[in-house]
């Protein structure tokens, strides 16, 4: 075992990371387009059942990995609230302040 | 513009969440093999330059997306946040209280 076998995973998970933000930024697209369309049939932005069944259903795709479904939900919590502060300001026309996103305020 | 264009990217999104799911599995692995060479080669766990430079990796690939960096690197942060609670779990051997990590207990 060497500081090679080291940075060979070092490579490794920046390939993956490279992986990773594509897919978060290609989620990020479809969550924005849902947005433009529920816009349209003035549907509410959000839907508190939508988000239980993603968390459901990665918490249960996720139940068999290293990091377990509880991990991997806290990390889905956060996908889910960069993906709807970024459409309530691409959608919805609000603005970012930067700070932590008003739905989460509490938790924050 | 119908609801079953909404259900098609709810769709897309669950394959996506899918992939992502993996890939955290995935590079939650790396980050445990990474853990146990290093303690194999009695290297302290904790590196906040190999961070800097895994945030600052993903935050220069998603420049470019709708998520933008910032957002990239927030939930980086997390994601690194739990594979080394998962890391000093399974390779150090110590307890997960379920609590916020101690690592970033001040931030939480």
């Given at each position: 075992m060497t500081m090679s076998a080291l940075d060979d995973l070092r490579r490794d998970i920046d390939r993956v990371d490279e992986v990773l933000v594509r897919l978060l930024n290609e989620r990020a697209r479809c969550v924005c387009e849902i947005g433009r369309i529920k816009k349209e049939l003035g549907?509410?932005?959000?839907?508190p059942d939508r988000e239980k069944q993603v968390l459901n259903h990665v918490r249960s795709v996720g139940?068999?990995?290293?990091?377990?479904g509880d991990a991997i939900a806290r990390l889905f919590e956060r996908i889910i609230d960069e993906a709807r502060r970024l459409e309530r300001r691409v959608v919805h026309g609000e603005r970012d302040e930067g700070g932590p996103n008003p739905m989460t305020r509490a938790e924050s």
């Amino acid at each position: 075992m060497t500081m090679s076998a080291l940075d060979d995973l070092r490579r490794d998970i920046d390939r993956v990371d490279e992986v990773l933000v594509r897919l978060l930024n290609e989620r990020a697209r479809c969550v924005c387009e849902i947005g433009r369309i529920k816009k349209e049939l003035g549907i509410e932005v959000y839907q508190p059942d939508r988000e239980k069944q993603v968390l459901n259903h990665v918490r249960s795709v996720g139940a068999e990995g290293p990091l377990g479904g509880d991990a991997i939900a806290r990390l889905f919590e956060r996908i889910i609230d960069e993906a709807r502060r970024l459409e309530r300001r691409v959608v919805h026309g609000e603005r970012d302040e930067g700070g932590p996103n008003p739905m989460t305020r509490a938790e924050s």
